[in-house]
């Protein structure tokens, strides 16, 4: 694509169907890294991926081909079939449907990294209801409560 450049962060948040506590330990870090390598293998930049029990949080450069709900649709997809191929959790593992999607700058980008990067501290404290709300707060999206992820508290 001849002069055409872009710099776009997105930020993406999606969780566990039925939001159990699946992404254990023994093999979270295995799934980060798979997630890395489907957003570098479909043109994307990763930035950072990381999570907690029932959800995974996803920064990437935005690839000029592809709009947010194609690329997503390839992340959650590939993922959740690798993960039922390693037979990692007994029955089928599924994403919920949706996400949540957050754009920032170039200067953001390394504040965005640390959060991502230290979930398991930061879950400490916040439970991803709590997470998932102030960003939706802190971005201005307006959202319908009934359409929002199965929050189980």
């Given at each position: ?92 593992f599924q994403w919920q449907s949706g996400y949540g ?34 960003m939706l707060s802190d971005f201005n999206v307006e ?11």
């Open positions: 694509m001849a002069n055409t450049y872009s710099q776009i962060s997105i930020h993406t948040v999606f969780a566990v169907k039925g939001r159990e506590n699946l992404i254990i330990v023994g093999w979270r870090d295995d799934l980060h890294r798979y997630l890395s390598g489907i957003i570098t293998g479909n043109g994307a930049t990763s930035l950072a991926v990381g999570g907690w029990k029932d959800h995974v949080h996803v920064f990437f450069g935005m690839p000029l081909t592809t709009c947010i709900s194609d690329f997503m649709s390839i992340l959650k997809a590939s993922s959740s079939k690798w993960v039922n191929d390693q037979k990692f959790v007994k029955g089928k999607a957050f754009s920032y700058s170039r200067s953001q980008r390394d504040g965005v990294i640390k959060y991502i990067m230290t979930q398991e501290e930061h879950h400490k404290n916040k439970t991803f209801k709590e997470e998932y709300l102030k959202y319908d409560e009934k359409y929002l992820f199965e929050f189980y508290d």
